[in-house]
C-alpha cells in the first residue's frame, strides 16, 4: 500500500530470483540496493494502477471535505466571480481568506508572492486563469513533499511507529491500517506501547482480536520501549511483514513524553538500525492550527516521515493540511474521514483539491 508492507514480486526481484536459481546457488543474490529499487518501483507502480478511486469512495471524499469546501471553495470563487479584471486588490483580500481558513501564514504569503508574479506577467489576469493559478499553487504546496516509504531490509519487519497526542485517532488509525494491510497479503503485528492508561491497552487488544493479529502487551505503567523491542523481537522471529507501534499521547509531563518517544526509537535500533522505518504523527484536523504546534513539537523530538491527518469529516479547518505541508518537509501519507475502515485513505493532492474545489 503506498511502500507500506511487503512489496511483493516486484519484476526486479523476480529477475534477481531467476538469476539465484540460474546460478544454482538456491540463494537470492540480488543486491540489497537493487531489491529496495524493485520493490519500490513495484509499489509506485501499482499504487499508479490501483488509485483511480471509485466514484463512490470519491463521493465520500467529497462529502467528507464539504465543510472545509463550503468556506474555501465558495470564498474563493466569490472572490473572481464577475471580475473582468484580476488586480492586486484581489490578492489582499485573498490573502485574509487564505488565512482565516487556516491556510496558515506562511503558506498563505508563498501563495500571494506566487499569484503576483503570474498578474505582473499577464498569466492570470482574467478570472478563470485566476482560479487555475491558485489551484496550482495549492496544489505545488501539497506535492512538494513526497518522500517514498522507507522498506525494510529483506527478512525483516517493516515498523511504523505511531506517535500522536491523546484522542486524535492513533490507535483506531492502526486498526484501519492493519485490515488495509492484511487484505493486500501482509502479516502484521501491533505493539502496545501506550502503556500509560490500561484502556490503550485493551483498545488496542480489541482490536488485535477483531484483526485477527498478534498483540504484544506488557502491563500498565511498563516501560513501552521495553514493550516495543519485545515485539520487535518477536516480529523479526515469526518473519511478520508489518510491525505497528502504538505509544501514548500523553505522560505527567511533554518534556517525558518526548522523552520516552526518543527512548523508543533509540532502543528499537539495537535490533534493526533501520527502525522505525516510518514515524507516522496522527494529528486530528478539528484541532485548527493546534494540529500545527503539535507536528513542530514531536518532529523536533522524533524526525517524523509521515502524517496522517484524521477527522476531516465533519471540520471546516481542513485548510490546516496546507499549513503542515508548508510548514514542515514530512508527506501526508493518510486522511481519516470517518470511522469506517475505508475511511483511512491513502492521501493523493489530485483528488483530495478536486474534492475541494471541484474538478
Ligand atoms: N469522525 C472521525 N473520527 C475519528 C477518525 N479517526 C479517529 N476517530 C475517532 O477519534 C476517537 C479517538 O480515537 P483513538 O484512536 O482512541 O485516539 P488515540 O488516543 O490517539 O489513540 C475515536 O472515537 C475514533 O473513533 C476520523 O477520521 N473521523
Ligand atoms: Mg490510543
Known amino acids: 500500500m503506498f511502500g507500506f508492507g511487503r512489496q511483493k514480486s516486484s519484476p526486479a526481484s523476480e529477475e534477481a530470483d531467476a538469476e ?19 520493490r519500490l518501483a513495484g509499489a509506485i507502480a501499482r499504487a499508479a494502477k490501483q488509485d483511480k478511486p471509485s466514484s463512490r469512495m ?29 488586480d492586486e486588490d484581489l490578492l489582499e483580500e485573498l490573502e485574509i481568506m487564505l488565512v482565516s481558513t487556516d491556510v496558515g501564514v506562511p503558506a498563505t504569503r508563498r501563495i500571494i508572492r506566487s499569484l503576483k508574479y503570474s498578474i505582473d506577467r499577464h498569466q492570470a489576469s482574467d478570472a478563470d486563469a ?18 517514498p516509504v522507507r522498506q525494510a531490509a529483506p527478512g525483516r519487519p517493516q515498523v511504523i511507529l ?5 484522542g486524535v485517532g492513533k490507535t483506531t488509525t492502526i486498526g484501519k491500517l492493519t485490515k488495509q494491510l492484511q487484505a493486500e497479503g501482509n502479516s502484521v503485528m501491533l505493539a502496545a506501547g501506550d502503556t500509560f492508561r490500561a484502556a490503550a491497552v485493551e483498545q488496542l ?3 488485535g482480536e477483531r484483526t485477527d493479529v498478534p498483540v504484544v502487551a506488557q502491563q500498565m505503567g511498563a516501560d513501552p520501549a521495553s514493550v516495543i523491542f519485545d515485539a520487535l523481537e518477536t516480529a523479526t522471529a515469526n518473519g511478520v511483514d508489518v510491525l505497528i507501534a502504538d505509544t501514548a499521547g500523553r505522560l505527567h509531563t511533554k518534556a517525558n513524553l518526548m522523552e520516552e518517544l526518543k527512548k523508543v526509537a533509540r532502543v528499537m535500533k539495537k535490533l534493526d538500525p533501520d527502525a522505525p522505518h516510518e514515524v507516522m504523527l496522527v494529528v486530528d484536523a478539528t484541532t485548527g492550527q493546534n494540529a500545527l504546534h503539535q507536528a513542530e513539537q514531536f518532529h523536533q523530538a522524533v524526525p517524523l516521515t509521515g502524517i496522517t491527518m484524521t477527522k476531516l469529516d465533519g471540520t471546516a479547518k481542513g485548510g490546516i493540511l496546507f499549513a503542515i505541508s508548508e510548514a514542515l518537509d514530512v508527506p501526508i501519507r493518510f486522511i481519516g474521514i470517518g470511522e469506517q475502515v475505508e475511511d483511512l485513505r491513502h492521501f493523493d493532492p489530485d483528488e483530495f483539491l478536486s474534492a475541494l474545489l471541484g474538478p
Open 20 to 38: 539465484a536459481s540460474a546460478s544454482g546457488r538456491g540463494e537470492r543474490v540480488q543486491s540489497s540496493n537493487d531489491g529496495q529499487k524493485g
Open 58 to 86: 470519491f463521493s465520500r471524499l467529497k462529502e467528507a471535505v464539504a465543510r472545509t469546501s463550503a468556506v474555501l471553495n465558495a470564498d474563493i470563487n466569490d472572490l473572481v466571480v464577475g471580475r473582468s479584471e484580476i
Open 130 to 147: 485566476f482560479l487555475v493559478a491558485i489551484r496550482k499553487e495549492l496544489h505545488a504546496l501539497l506535492a512538494r513533499n513526497n518522500q
Open 162 to 166: 505511531m506517535v500522536g497526542v491523546n
Open 205 to 207: 487488544q480489541v482490536w
